[in-house]
């Protein structure tokens, strides 16, 4: 492990047994984030049975354990961190993690924003289709149209290691909310809110992640990479979404399953014989998944 991965690790595990703070994940829902609003610590882990990045995967399977830890003020601004554990490797477990800062709005149950800027940590081992990006910037929107429909729309921007072009991400979604309360205990909660939505954007990310993992050679296609690698950035959909988290909450504990399935769009370009070559030997490499399907479930407490 590198010396400033190493430090990482070391200063975000003394960070998770110091202090805690709370990110917009499956734990979290509307009814969780009402007022009163306070400040709160939360804590919290997550099993993630597989690592999906807009409908891409690697040949390998990374079931994925994640120590969360978080702190949100009143105003709605928070700072979260998390560790990543590949759960099956019996070298190299801690894959990664991030550092992320934000801000959340809710009024009224009905519209919710926010944006935040999340950094990225990989050890250099990472299969991660994700591995290749070293940050990103997000923002959000979504609104309760009657109790009957919420459209939410999220913007990001990724950027790539290796100052390489970023990648432009658009998703929108159409949710609706299953509150029911009162089911075990006076204050506890169920929640499902099952989504449909679409990823479209461009995907220097996986020109990046190709190479960096021997995916493809870039020196052996140079005459036609730089086509293809141009290509890549151009703004394409990239997969569909079904997915329908349930988040139960019972006093100051929150327990969450979030069933996903992805269906992938195969957006490698084939404008050129050159570009059919370079995506064909993708291919034989890394054989293109059309639909996969994974789950996380996880379980965190506020303080």
Do not use: C
Not at 121 to 129: E, I, L, R
């Amino acid at each position: 492990m590198k010396p400033k991965f190493k430090l990482f690790a070391i200063s975000l595990l003394l960070l998770t047994f110091s202090s805690a703070f709370a990110q917009k994940d499956t734990t979290t829902s509307k009814s969780d984030t009402n007022p009163p609003k306070k400040s709160h610590l939360k804590i919290g882990v997550s099993y993630l049975s597989n690592n999906v990045f807009l409908g891409r995967v690697d040949t390998v399977t990374t079931p994925t354990f994640s120590p969360k830890i978080s702190y949100t003020l009143k105003s709605g601004f928070y700072v979260s961190g998390q560790m990543d554990f590949i759960t099956n490797r019996n070298n190299n477990k801690l894959d990664g993690g991030n550092v992320e800062l934000g801000y959340d709005y809710t009024e009224d149950d009905n519209l919710e924003w926010g944006a935040s800027f999340t950094k990225l940590f990989f050890n250099s081992t990472s299969t991660q289709v994700a591995s290749s990006l070293s940050s990103t910037a997000n923002a959000y929107i979504d609104y309760d149209v009657a109790d009957i429909i919420t459209p939410g729309l999220s913007l990001s921007y990724s950027f790539v290691k290796g100052g390489g072009s970023g990648d432009l991400l658009l998703s929108p979604s159409l949710s609706h909310d299953f509150l029911i309360e009162s089911i075990f205990a006076d204050d506890d909660k169920l929640l499902i809110s099952p989504q449909a939505g679409f990823n479209a954007g461009s995907q220097n990310f996986y020109s990046e992640y190709l190479v960096r993992k021997g995916k493809i050679n870039r020196k052996g296609v140079n005459a036609a990479y730089t086509t293809y690698n141009n290509d890549l950035g151009n703004f394409a959909l990239l997969d569909y979404e079904l997915t329908a988290p349930i988040v139960y909450i019972a006093g100051n504990f929150s327990f969450s399953f979030t069933p996903t399935m992805a269906f992938a769009q195969d957006a490698l370009p084939t404008n050129t014989a050159a570009e059919k070559l370079i995506t064909d030997t993708i291919e034989k490499a890394q054989p293109f998944k059309s639909s996969v399907f994974y789950f996380e479930a996880g379980i965190s407490f506020k303080f």
